[in-house]
Nanobody, 121 residues
Framework: QVQLVESGGGLVQAGESLRLSCAAS????????MGWYRQAPGKQRELVAS???????NYADSVKGRFTISRDNAKNTVYLQMSSLEPEDTAKYYC???????????????WGQGTLVTVSS
């Protein structure tokens, strides 16, 4: 089954805004930290922002002050509000759900298929 579904990507001009959405199953959403990653062509995948089940957020330095991650528990959805977009933000953005499994001794992750964001200059 598809557990994470991203949407909201598209083509925008530099300086504009875009909001990405990631819909998750209730079980995944309630038990995991949620995050947004991105990968540009030829580059490593990087963490953009994350939010724990307790609401603690973390951002990459490159997006601090411009991006905001949030979660709507009623809709089992995490959002990434992107403002003041730059061409350097162009990438495929992936939703991620993860948690540390004490029993298994490893981090469990679920990934969406991604949504493309293109920022033109």
């Amino acid at each position: 089954q598809v557990q994470l579904v991203e949407s909201g990507g598209g083509l925008v001009q530099a300086g504009e805004s875009l909001r990405l959405s990631c819909a998750a199953s209730r079980s995944i959403f309630s038990s995991n930290a949620m995050g947004w990653y991105r990968q540009a062509p030829g580059k490593q995948r990087e963490l953009v922002a994350s939010i724990t089940s307790a609401g603690v957020t973390n951002y990459a330095d490159s997006v601090k002050g411009r991006f905001t991650i949030s979660r709507d528990n009623a809709k089992n959805t995490v959002y990434l509000q992107m403002s003041s977009l730059e061409p350097e933000d162009t990438a495929k953005y992936y939703c991620n759900a993860g948690r540390w499994s004490l029993e298994l001794g490893r981090y469990l992750e679920v990934w969406g298929q991604g949504t493309l964001v293109t920022v033109s200059s």
